[in-house]
């Protein structure tokens, strides 16, 4: 029935903006042409901010717009390319005279403020190392990766700091320095006002040589028990951005770009600071947390024309029931891209029926650091795909077997394990401090990505689940997100969250956790027809056994629907880290 049901929405829903020889490009790909797209530091070396920032305002892009605010009270601030390099020289300046150099880990915990984004780009000037929090983590989840981390400094807010740092500072014995945004004067010499350094600081900072292998970022990643993950990326990942802006998010030199990601996660950061900042095009940052009517205003008010966002926020505006295209003016926007979890079908189909573009699916890792598989605009778009690799990636996917070796699996539409061949420049260097775990990841020449998926005969990869997703209910393995894309075909669903419940018959039998559009209430009527739904879609074998419904299923800030939170509630289980999890 699976196979069946993906060869109609391929027949369907197959969407063709414009072709290009794909096979040629990958085959004839070279990183030395990427690295010749960049300057390198006068120097010696590679560094971030020099390429996306100083490069940029050293040449005739100096008074070119590199950044545009839009504050949650209404406030709008644009700032060029030459004041982030002065801008950042200064907080770069900041951190040498706190005594912050090489190597030194600076966290951050602030809202999406303009000062967060030249921090960054002053934490690489300084060869520091930046280690994103999300601004509405607890004390608990941020002490966790402070301490993991090894926080020499943290950038963030009063009211952050009161809230959530202060009861802390006993237990963080090696943070040498606070530097707090808006406050007007220092509280003492380890809590610093950030205005009154800067003011001080000089505009003017030469980056010292920086190794392409030199630490850049430091992300934290949660799992299902134990502690976040500490992510290792270096200054030579921006081969990738570059290369990714260039064939996925298709950057042109007056393209308007916005990354609705908050840089507290991989893809805010490689893709809402360093990756158009490197190809030297305007990016928009909103500090307002989802509003549909306001996004649409800032598509249409600041001539957005590359829009990337999460399938979470396009199924909330999948909700709305109005017809964006007559209240706004979106003229400008010729591409959408959307990462985070897989996309599903029917978002695909919306965006052609209400913006008249298709929603390009992409998929990477926060280990990955960018992206590895993608919908390119240049090429079809199967619905449900995650895409084709880029060029410079070699993708497979892989059988494990009983002695830990793995095979390839060269059997079209076969399921297996995703993995990578190791060696793309924005590779994941080590966990922090947990060298034995990095190491498991690779197996046979292959990076493991714990991911489920297999290849069609067009060479798209499809995502089946999480290799700890699969439901294994009498005798057949179910990949989660089919169904709950089928689910999402049914008028009343705007979300599903699948998992597997154990059955002393069946193994497991599948449960769907459903949240309703606007109009539509839960009763038993409802909870028949879309079992009988699922049934006519998808088979009883493969379709739910039982329906809940949820006003709002549990999703981390970057937007993934947390099917083991679903499954430890319904067993009465342990939640595991849920320092991620959406208010």
């Known amino acids: ?125 300084n060869r520091s190392v930046l280690c994103p929090l999300f601004s509405q983590f607890g004390p608990e989840p941020i002490l966790q990766r402070m301490v993991r981390g090894d926080a020499k400094a943290l950038l963030t807010t009063k009211s952050l700091f009161e809230k959530k740092v202060r009861p802390l500072l006993d237990r963080l014995p090696q943070l040498e320095a606070v530097l707090l945004i808006d406050a007007q004067e220092d509280e003492s010499d380890k809590v610093r006002s950030l205005a009154c350094l800067m003011e001080k600081s000089s505009d003017v900072f ?187 990636i070699e993708a497979a996917v892989v059988h494990k077997n009983d002695d830990g070796s793995v095979n390839e699996i060269t059997e079209l539409c076969k399921e297996g394990e995703l993995a990578l061949k190791p060696g793309w420049p924005s590779m994941f260097r080590t966990y922090l401090h947990d060298e034995e775990r990095y190491a498991k990841c690779f197996v046979g020449g292959w990076y493991l990505t714990g991911d489920l998926a297999y290849k069609d005969k067009e060479g798209y990869f499809w995502f089946v689940g999480r ?26 669903v705007a979300e599903a969250g699948v998992i597997g419940k154990s059955d002393p018959v069946a193994g497991q039998v599948v449960k769907a956790f459903v949240s309703l559009k606007e109009g539509y209430e839960p009763s038993e009527e409802l909870r028949r027809e879309l079992i009988g739904f699922g049934r006519k879609k998808l088979g009883v074998a493969i379709a739910p056994k039982e329906i809940e419904f949820e006003i709002n299923l549990p999703k981390t800030r970057s937007g993934k629907i947390m099917r083991r939170l679903l499954k430890a509630r319904e067993m009465g289980l342990p939640e595991g880290d849920i320092s991620t999890l959406e208010a």
């Open 1 to 125: 029935m699976k196979k069946q049901w993906i060869e109609k929405r391929l027949e369907d829903l197959k969407v063709c903006p414009h072709l290009i020889d794909y096979e040629k490009t990958y085959k004839e790909f070279q990183w030395k042409e990427v690295a010749s797209q960049f300057e390198g530091l006068p120097s010696g070396g590679l560094n971030i901010a020099h390429e996306a920032i100083d490069r940029h305002a050293n040449g005739p892009l100096a008074q070119k717009t590199a950044l545009v605010w839009l504050g949650e009270d209404g406030q709008r601030r644009e700032f060029t390319f030459e004041q982030m390099k002065k801008e950042s020289a200064r907080f770069a300046n900041v951190l040498h005279s706190l005594g912050l150099s090489k190597g030194d880990r600076v966290f951050t915990l602030s809202t999406r403020l303009p000062e967060l984004y030249i921090a960054v780009m002053g934490i690489f000037k």
């Open 467 to 492: 290799a700890d997703d699969i439901i294994k209910t009498s005798g057949h393995m179910v990949g989660p997100f089919e169904v709950e894309s089928v689910l999402m075909e049914h008028p009343s």
């Open 206 to 392: 030469e980056i010292p040589p920086t190794g392409p292998e030199d630490m850049s970022i430091l992300h934290f990643t949660s799992g299902t028990t134990g502690m976040p993950k500490g992510v290792v990326h270096v200054h030579k990942a921006i081969y990738m951005h570059w290369m990714s802006g260039k064939y996925v998010l298709d950057f042109h030199p007056d393209d308007i770009f916005w990354c609705t990601a908050d840089p507290g996660w991989v893809t805010g950061t490689s893709y809402g600071i360093i990756a158009p900042w490197l190809h030297g095009i305007t990016n928009v940052v909103d500090e307002a947390e989802f509003d549909a009517q306001r996004w649409y205003r800032i598509l249409q008010n600041e001539k957005v024309s590359i829009w990337y966002t999460a399938p979470t926020a396009i199924r909330r505006l999948m909700r709305l029931d109005f017809d964006p295209l007559k209240e706004y003016d979106l003229s400008k926007l010729r591409l959408i891209q959307s990462v985070g979890e897989p996309l599903n079908p029917e978002a695909v189909v919306w965006g052609m029926e209400k913006l008249k573009l298709p929603i390009h699916d992409n998929w990477w890792q926060t280990e990955t650091g960018g992206i590895m598989i993608a919908n390119l605009i240049s090429q079809p778009i199967f619905p449900g795909s995650m895409g084709r690799p880029l060029p410079g």
